[in-house]
T-cell receptor, first 114, second 114 residues
Framework: ETGVTQTPRHLVMGMTNKKSLKCEQH?????MYWYKQSAKKPLELMFV???????ENNSVPSRFSPECPNSSHLFLHLHTLQPEDSALYLC?????????????FGPGTRLTVL | AQKVTQAQTEISVVEKEDVTLDCVYE???????LFWYKQPPSGELVFLIR??????QNEISGRYSWNFQKSTSSFNFTITASQVVDSAVYFC???????????FGTGTRLTVIP
């Protein structure tokens, strides 16, 4: 185990649903990340939080809304998603927010949008 | 153009064979970092190595070795005496320190056949 947990592990939702993904890290890190992993595409960095402040937002549609209430928890709120948003969503953490750091990943949430 | 290219989509080897996974990167930064991560079937990416652009020394860790060649912009990964547990998807990544960006390749799926 990497010290990063994600729930749920699998999620199926309709396009009109609202759901949230949760990530928790037990490593005492100060930075957390959301990634999207789609088949045959590079891993896409979505959001970066450092000391609970969002420092990167890589042109992610507004139907994805992150929240970082403290340095140990990160949420991704989902609403009115599209079928092409179906993917594996990975959370990661690192000691600080520099992207040159080693990152520790959770097991991901497999999201299917119907 | 992709920043990180992993031309080998899938590789199969028989147990105990050596295998090399290729990674070619593109950057104009003089300070950058290169990574390899392993993604087993359980989903979480596991950090394997980080090298900075000023350190071209090759590295060996057990059965793993890495060959960093700035002249060809490559950071190849070799597994000697492969084992079934090495079966996973392996990702190469580039971090540009100045821009604080992080780019992953599309990954190479390695299957080690017993």
């Amino acid at each position: 185990e990497t010290g990063v947990t994600q729930t749920p592990r699998h999620l199926v939702m309709g396009m009109t649903n609202k759901k949230s993904l949760k990530c928790e890290q037990h490593l005492g890190h100060n930075a957390m990340y959301w990634y999207k992993q789609s088949a045959k595409k590079p891993l896409e960095l979505m959001f970066v939080y450092s000391l609970e402040e969002r420092v990167e937002n890589n042109s992610v549609p507004s139907r994805f809304s992150p929240e970082c209430p403290n340095s140990s928890h990160l949420f991704l709120h989902l609403h009115t998603l599209q079928p092409e948003d179906s993917a594996l969503y990975l959370c990661a953490s690192s000691q600080d927010g520099g992207l040159y750091n080693e990152q520790f990943f959770g097991p991901g949430t497999r999201l299917t949008v119907l | 153009a992709q920043k990180v290219t992993q031309a080998q989509t899938e590789i199969s080897v028989v147990e105990k064979e050596d295998v090399t996974l290729d990674c070619v990167y593109e950057t104009r930064d003089t300070t950058y970092y290169l990574f390899w991560y392993k993604q087993p079937p359980s989903g979480e990416l596991v950090f394997l190595i980080r090298r900075n652009s000023f350190d071209e020394q090759n590295e060996i860790s057990g059965r793993y070795s890495w060959n960093f060649q700035k002249s060809t912009s490559s950071f190849n990964f070799t597994i000697t005496a492969s084992q079934v547990v090495d079966s996973a998807v392996y990702f190469c990544a580039l971090s540009e320190a100045g821009a604080n960006n992080l780019f992953f390749g599309t990954g190479t799926r390695l299957t080690v056949i017993p």
